[in-house]
């Protein structure tokens, strides 16, 4: 978790221990600690703790990964976008039921790949929330999902920390199946990083740090599909967020200096289009945000400002505010389905 996640939590507790009983809100937080928490992916816990910096054959395997990713590139505009062709994606679904966690319906599974390609293939973009700034940047991916198989677990774990007991574990969990083939999405009831006691919506690996037997993405049925729980995650766009990371992207902000919290600003997400971000941005907010970016750069912090494009699927706002993905976005995802792009054996 980040330091200003940490201060809005304990801020928004503060706030909360202060109400009286009776109100809803503290109430649901209780009951519910989705109904209140900001949204927190695990992806960049899970891949800080990877084996990019200990070994030396991974590092070198996501330099040339990279390097892919930059070829391919090349063969990827604006102009060209329309005439791509789609790629299909077959998903298998992993329902990992404990304690209070209700039956997923079809109806709810479907709700979750018509969120899927709403965002990865919609018949027309709908810019109607986009900013008349990043317009132009909107891009389609023109990827599909489409139900391969669910699998209906039972399971006596509640709470998910160990994030790979899940999906290697066939007694408590459910055994990952050919993840080189099928993209193997996980729902279960309430999941924990390693760093924090608040919960997070889900997880993804990047597909050049993951291993197979790991390779699942995992997300709490409170954040799955189109429902009506109370939170703010509603419309089954967890998943779409997560898939993002699945498929190579980091979030908006890219990595930052852990000691100073600066961004490197050179290094970013990989993308060009997304303009540079220091931190997350949370909740729902109001164009235009303006920020102060903290950059690193050959070793020396410069600070300038920027108006952030927190309406993109990986930034950390609520569901109703998540619109679109760029170009540059775009390229590095359908990348990864090119040969030894680590995701080119999904394509059906
Ligand atoms: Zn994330």
Sequence with gaps: MTKKNLFHILLLLT???????????????????????????????????????????????????????????????????????????????????????????????????????????????DKSNIPDEFKDLMANPKIEFFTHKIINKESNIINWHKTEELIKNPKEGSKIIEPKKYLNVYVCNTIYGTNSDNPILGYAWNPYKTRDSNDGVVVTYKAFGRHNFKNDYTQGKTLVHEIGHYLNLSHIWGPNDKKSGATYCQLGDGVDDTPNASNPNYDCPSYPLIKDIVCKISGKEEVYQTSLMFMNYMDYVNDECMHMFTFGQVERMRATFKPGGGRDRLIK
């Design 15 to 125: 706030s909360l221990v202060s109400c009286e009983k009776t109100s809803n809100q503290f109430e649901n937080t209780n009951e519910d600690p989705y109904a209140y928490i900001q949204r927190s992916c695990g992806y960049e816990e899970i891949t800080d703790q990877d084996l990019i910096v200990k070994n030396k054959g991974q590092a070198e395997k996501i330099k040339h990964l990279e390097k892919q990713t930059e070829i391919l590139t090349g063969q990827f505009n604006k102009s060209n976008n329309k005439d791509l062709p789609v790629i299909k994606v077959p998903i298998i679904f992993h329902i990992v039921r404990s304690g209070d966690m209700p039956k997923i319906s079809k109806e709810i599974i479907q709700s979750q790949i018509n969120a899927l390609n709403d965002a990865y293939n919609p018949k027309k973009l």
